[in-house]
């Protein structure tokens, strides 16, 4: 019912920044909570931010939390990630997600691809 196209990942330097969009099908993106995961090769798929559906509330894991912001633009049905003061260890695909919830941290139905986040000097 639902599919998720991630872009705007990319090769960065530490410090630098980037921001990463989510455009969801369907007419009825307010109905949904949304979330960032991410996963760097040989680990989990570990929870990066999440959002409720009307954009009032957000959640941060603590690695990225004063770093990285969620938003949304129901209008446009698109969430964004803007990633600021990257890190090396920020390096990982990217994954938009989507709950039937209102608002949700670890209850996701729907997925994006994946997009790829490289941060290296």
């Known amino acids: 019912q639902v599919q998720l196209v991630e872009s705007g990942g990319g090769l960065v330097q530490p410090g630098g920044s980037l921001r990463l969009s989510c455009a969801a099908s369907g007419r009825t993106f307010s109905n949904y909570g949304m979330g960032w995961f991410r996963q760097a090769p040989g680990k989990e798929r570990e929870f990066v931010a999440a959002i409720d559906n009307y954009g009032a509330t957000t959640s941060y894991a603590g690695s990225v939390e004063g770093r990285f912001t969620i938003s949304r633009d129901n209008a446009k049905n698109t969430v964004y990630l803007q990633m600021n003061s990257l890190k090396p260890e920020d390096t990982a695909v990217y994954y938009c997600?989507?709950?039937?919830?209102?608002?949700?941290?670890?209850?996701?139905?729907?997925w994006g691809q994946g997009t790829q986040v490289t941060v290296s000097s």
């Open positions: 997600a989507g709950s039937v919830f209102l608002f949700s941290k670890d209850v996701y139905n729907y």
